[in-house]
């Protein structure tokens, strides 16, 4: 999980392990292809 920040790899890491979609507006989660990710558009 290159090019994030470590806070962020543990919030990655921690959605993965439980099997949990993470819903954010960062989209740099998006790099992880094993993350089930939402992009949350800011309005």
């Given at each position: 999980?290159?090019?994030?920040?470590?806070?962020d790899?543990?919030?990655?890491?921690?959605?993965?392990?439980?099997?949990?979609?993470?819903?954010?507006?960062?989209?740099?989660?998006?790099?992880?292809?094993?993350?089930?990710?939402?992009?949350?558009?800011?309005?």
């Amino acid at each position: 999980m290159s090019g994030i920040d470590f806070p962020d790899a543990i919030i990655a890491a921690t959605a993965i392990e439980y099997n949990l979609p993470l819903i954010s507006s960062d989209d740099g989660f998006s790099t992880i292809k094993e993350l089930d990710f939402i992009f949350l558009e800011k309005s």
